[in-house]
């Protein structure tokens, strides 16, 4: 095929996933091609990427290269949870309302949504479902899960995430963090990524790189090797154990190498500041959550919203209050915003 199907310069809101692959990760892969590989991780590009990954975060953490976030998830609450376990999380997780019910139907697990005012847990919330522990006639809860940068695009800190840690633990509960969008907490906090994972006492992670110029690759991540065992059998039983992972692996030690992952999660966030800060004071234009990620969420009127998405795509996050959510990725420029904050003002003013 020589030509697109699509208009390359087409630009939307919608999602970080709606762009392509990031021109440094693009070349990585075509290094890769060249010649034989051992399959299923047992590639010199698997082994780089593990080495990588316990500077990161430890020396004694183990990585599981996958295909899919969900796919993540599901391996990472099912290698916590028995047959019985259940899973505390903020109901807007995307476990909980984005994932098809994979983590029900495919890990046997229960999941006990707790309503936040900013898609954060603390303490106090996951005391809501913990009562009752011991009755057989309930489903136990055995995981807190929770997702950095959140689905409302705010943010843990570091300290959160500790005391949320030491909860969990000391009701014999162990923590899960679903880190789709990791790079964009980690790039927005400024601290090294341990100090609000492995050094806040999380026990195991989803790492995310689809969302952040990736092709297709994601990573569970054992920060506790303790808390489970068998963790390659289940990653096969999932369907997640890819032949060639060479090209999984090698994506993400492209992202890890010289600061990418950041430098691009840096820069999709940037963008999502510089639309926020253009739709401050708009008439007719409510920001609802602090804005410390690379989304945006704000209230406006639906028709608006729907002759603005003919122009860029975005998705309604609450149709029926008029919610929407205006994602930036690594490849979102200045340009593209103000082009999307000129239209929405012309829209408003309809």
């Known amino acids: 095929m020589t030509d697109p199907r699509h208009d390359p310069a087409a630009r939307g809101f919608a999602s970080d996933n709606y762009s392509g692959v990031h021109p440094e990760v693009l070349e ?5 091609n060249g010649g034989h ?5 047992a590639d010199v590009y698997t082994a780089a990427l593990e080495d990588r990954m316990r500077h990161l975060f430890g020396e004694h953490v183990e990585t599981y290269p996958v295909l899919t976030g969900t796919g993540a998830n599901v391996i ?6 028995d047959r019985w376990g259940a899973v505390i999380c903020a109901e807007t997780a995307h476990i909980n309302v984005d994932e098809g019910g994979a983590p029900e139907r495919m890990a046997g697990l229960k999941l006990l949504g707790v309503d936040t005012p900013d898609g954060k847990l603390t303490p106090e919330l996951v005391d809501l479902r913990t009562a009752g522990r011991e009755d057989e006639h309930r489903a136990m809860p055995q995981v807190v ?13 570091p300290e959160e995430v500790a005391a949320l ?18 790079a964009n907490a980690t790039a927005a906090l400024g601290v090294d990524v341990r100090e609000f994972t492995t050094d806040a006492g999380v026990d195991l992670l989803t790492f995310g790189g689809t969302k ?3 092709l297709g690759a994601e990573a569970v991540v054992v920060l506790a090797p303790d808390a489970v065992s068998h963790l390659k059998h289940l990653r096969k039983l999932s369907m997640q154990l890819a032949s060639k992972m060479r090209f999984v692996s090698a994506q993400l030690d492209a992202l890890l190498t010289d600061g990418l992952w950041l ?17 401050a004071g708009l008439e007719g234009v409510e920001v609802l959550y602090p804005v410390q990620a690379n989304g945006v969420f704000a209230r406006l009127p639906q028709e608006v919203s729907r002759r603005l998405m003919q122009r860029y795509p975005f998705y309604f996050w609450d149709e029926g209050a008029g919610d ?3 994602m930036c990725s690594f490849d979102t420029t200045e340009d593209d915003v103000d082009g999307f904050l000129d239209a929405l003002r012309a829209e408003l003013a309809h």
């Open 28 to 32: 990585a892969l075509s290094l890769v």
């Open 37 to 41: 590989q051992s399959s299923y991780g």
């Open 76 to 81: 990472c609450l099912q290698a916590l949870t």
């Open 145 to 157: 899960s929770i997702t950095q940068s959140t689905e409302l695009g705010t943010l843990y800190t």
């Open 165 to 182: 840690c030491e909860h969990a633990h000391s009701l014999g509960l162990r923590v899960h963090l679903d880190g789709a969008r990791l």
């Open 212 to 214: 952040n110029g990736a």
């Open 263 to 279: 430098r691009a999660a840096g820069h999709a966030n940037a963008m999502a500041r510089r639309l926020a800060d253009g739709v």
């Open 324 to 326: 929407v959510r205006w």
